[in-house]
């Protein structure tokens, strides 16, 4: 089992930035994919960022140039950075550790963090 916890989230202007960062503990061995979600009321959970155990990255379209997601491999840490944030980046950010291989698939998620953006 893998735990996850995040932390990060909080309230900030357009224009500002927060760090969030999820901290994993347990068995991680087969983790090969590590990403960060939102979800907003009545939406499904959304892709915001990703990487995979060989560093491959990709982003949301709307948030390439603005958010970074990077990981610290000896805290067992993904982190997204997040700047330039826009009101439509309010949302509850759920970060994601998962073993994904053909006809495997195992997902861990963290708690959820708010981050909310005032215009």
């Known amino acids: 089992q893998v735990q996850l916890v995040e932390s990060g989230g909080g309230l900030v202007q357009a224009g500002g930035s927060l760090r969030l960062s999820c901290a994993a503990s347990?068995?991680?061995?087969?983790?090969?994919?590590m990403g960060w979600y939102r979800q907003t009321p009545g939406k499904a959970r959304d892709l915001v960022a990703a990487i995979t155990s060989g560093g491959s990255i990709n982003y949301k379209d709307s948030v390439k140039g603005r958010f970074t997601i990077s990981r610290d491999n000896a805290k067992n840490t993904v982190y997204l950075q997040m700047d330039s944030l826009k009101p439509d980046d309010t949302a509850v950010y759920y970060c994601?550790?998962?073993?994904?291989?053909?006809?495997?698939?195992?997902?861990?998620w963290g708690q959820g963090t708010q981050v909310t953006v005032s215009s």
């Open positions: 347990g068995n991680i061995s087969s983790i090969n994919f």
């Open positions: 994601n550790f998962a073993s994904r291989r053909p006809g495997v698939r195992n997902d861990y």
